[in-house]
């Protein structure tokens, strides 16, 4: 069982940059591929980026392709994710998950252990 806390979330202007954290207790995050997804109000979660198992490989949704970038601190069992030139558009709820499959999944149900989430708000 791993249990999963993000961090980091805030409100911010258009333009601006958080980093969000995710750690993990219960387990370590190795050996397990881990994501960000992200939900805004009446709509569907959706893929941020993602992390494989091995660690070596990490994946990002086109549209957030150069602004974000997630990293993985093993010794601190947390991962993050810094969100630079944030959009209104980008506004939305975040989470982080963790599964056990091989290199990583753009899809929420290949997920096994997800946070509560954390809250980013973009200003125009």
């Known amino acids: 069982q791993v249990q999963l806390v993000e961090s980091g979330g805030g409100l911010v202007q258009a333009g601006g940059s958080l980093r969000l954290s995710c750690t993990a207790s219960?387990?370590?995050?190795?050996?397990?591929?881990v994501g960000w997804f992200r939900q805004a109000p009446g709509k569907e979660r959706e893929f941020v980026a993602a992390?494989?198992?091995?660690?070596?490989?990490?994946y990002y949704a086109d549209s957030v392709k150069g602004r974000f970038t997630m990293a993985r601190d093993n010794a601190k069992n947390t991962v993050y994710l810094e969100m630079n030139s944030l959009k209104p558009e980008d506004t939305a709820a975040y989470y982080c998950?963790?599964?056990?499959?091989?290199?990583?999944?753009?899809?929420?149900?290949?997920?096994?252990?997800w946070g509560q989430g954390t809250q980013v708000t973009v200003s125009s």
């Open positions: 998950a963790a599964g056990t499959i091989a290199a990583f999944s753009r899809r929420s149900g290949a997920y096994d252990y």
């Open positions: 219960g387990r370590t995050f190795s050996g397990y591929a």
């Open positions: 992390n494989s198992r091995s660690g070596s490989s990490t």
